[in-house]
């Protein structure tokens, strides 16, 4: 079961829903018989004032509506909403009122940073009253002698909650900055039953965990490669999210696997970076989960393009879905480089300067490795990550696939508490230096391999000279270059002493290079 939005796709079925819900105690707003006329009219009214003046939302299981919930905001009281529900009978006593008043509630919360929110119920109407309390409602009020649409008397309760601390939860997440320092960890794939209760059980013992990952469909590079347990592992994942309480999260690429994962009650999906590279896999995604009110995190693509990231996010942005977070992987990289997936800190940056979306970094897929995790987690929360995702296993020497970057939930306890975590108030300035800062490692970095690769070349060339009998300096040719360098630089606003005493300390150790060679 989940909540979607309302679209306008969906009028059929709320024609169908309002004219055979129960209303013994629905109030007379509803019309019956529920016309053509009111659908539109309630539709268009949704769609003016979705996220301003209340949150709806439509009440799915197994692919089909059975029921709608809102809170709307109060017109006397800005800082209180009202909540109110309707289910088909034949679904009631299931505990799904409960579990989407929790949701809906959470929602409203969130998006219309609201105080409290109160529901009114009639006296006789005790299933609802369950509801409420089992969701921290409390009686605050009640009415005697209230006359109902039949025209006959009853007693009116009126219940309230207030807003919880906890309302920025990963769950909660949207377009904006909901969260801080999340981490969401677990093995790179469900392999069986065992292994993925195992490891949920143990991350759950750390307080700073708050969802549980865990790959069902694995887009290998080899075809031979393990590919994931398909649905099986839902099954387990979901087992493991009924276990120890966290929310749960996977990767989908096929609108059949989105809709495998909303049967198995999968709390929030990613979308991976072999799928963001093709704009068409993305919209068959983003057509599949529209009107889907579950977060959607989106990794950036394999090869280092900001405006086909910022271009996912437009696609599911286009087709209603709005709780999206950004998952920053690293990219492929021709160089050399310490990194399975090279970072480019300056692309996420820039990214979340463009679009308000919180950003969540895949330390482990940077790195790729187990000795790199640790600093590489530190930089990503001095750049501001709004949350880190690590993979951890069990047992990670016995994982089908990448086993050499997943570590043991023991292991990132010790982890986290290296980590120093910054509070997100602190000064812009201090942000944008740090920012910048990073910026700088990487081409310094970037500077190195470059220097070290050209003098691999200067050690070729020097080979070259000595079963040709060259001299090592070529002093016309070095001049020539030297000018030529000189003229470039001072078209890149580069002064010619700077360029100067650069390659000249470049040459230099060519030569020193090259005449080893010769000398041997």
Known sequence: MLLKRWTLFDKAELIVLCNAVDRTYLSDRLPYPYTDADADWWLGMVELNEGKMGVFRAIVVDGKIIGSISVERSLEDPNEGEVGYMLLKEHWSKGIATEMVSQICGIAFRELSLDRIVAKVYESNVASIKVLEKNGFVCVQTLNNVTTKEGYTTILQVYSTQSPVGAQDIKQVDSSHAFTHTIIAGPCS????????????????????????????????????????????????????????????????????????????????????????????????????????????????????????????????????????????????????????????????????????????????????????????????????????????????????????????????????????????????????????????????????????????????????????????????????????????????????LIDEVFEAIHQASIERQSSILED
């Open 190 to 497: 469900v392999e069986s039953e065992a292994q993925i209760l195992a490891t949920a059980q143990a991350l759950a013992k750390i307080p700073e965990v708050k969802m549980l990952r865990g790959g069902i469909w694995k887009p290998r590079t080899r075809p031979a490669a393990f590919e994931g347990r398909g649905e099986e592992g839902l099954v387990w994942l979901r087992e493991a999210k009924q276990t120890t309480g966290l929310p749960i999260i996977t990767e989908v690429a096929t609108p059949e696997h989105v809709e495998l994962a909303l049967k198995y009650d999968i709390d929030a999906l990613w979308v991976g970076a072999r799928t963001v590279v093709n704009p068409f896999s993305v919209q068959q995604l983003a057509d599949a989960m529209r009107g889907v009110d579950i977060p959607v995190f989106i990794k950036n693509p394999v090869s280092p393009d900001l405006q086909l990231w910022i271009g996912a996010f437009e696609r599911f942005q286009k087709v209603g879905v709005t709780r999206l977070v950004a998952i920053h992987r690293g990219f492929s990289y021709y160089k050399e480089s310490p990194y399975r997936n090279f970072p480019m800190w300056e692309i996420p940056i820039e990214l979340t300067q463009k679009l308000n979306v919180p950003i969540v970094t895949d330390v482990s897929h940077i790195c790729g490795n187990r000795e790199l995790l640790q600093a590489t987690a530190q930089k990503a929360l001095d750049l501001a990550t709004d949350g880190l995702m690590i993979e951890c296993h069990i047992n990670p020497a016995e994982a089908l696939t990448d086993a050499k970057q997943q570590i043991t939930p023991d292991e990132l306890k010790s982890l986290l508490a290296g980590l120093t975590f910054r509070s997100k108030s602190s000064s812009h300035v201090e942000r944008d230096l740090a920012n910048l800062r990073s910026e700088i490692d990487d081409i310094d970095n970037e500077l190195l391999q470059l220097l070290a690769r050209r003098m691999e070349v200067s050690a070729q060339i020097g080979e070259y000279k000595k079963r040709n009998n060259v001299t090592v300096v070529q002093m016309d040719r070095w001049k020539k270059i030297l000018a030529e360098h000189v003229a470039t630089g001072a078209d890149l606003g580069l002064s010619p002493q």
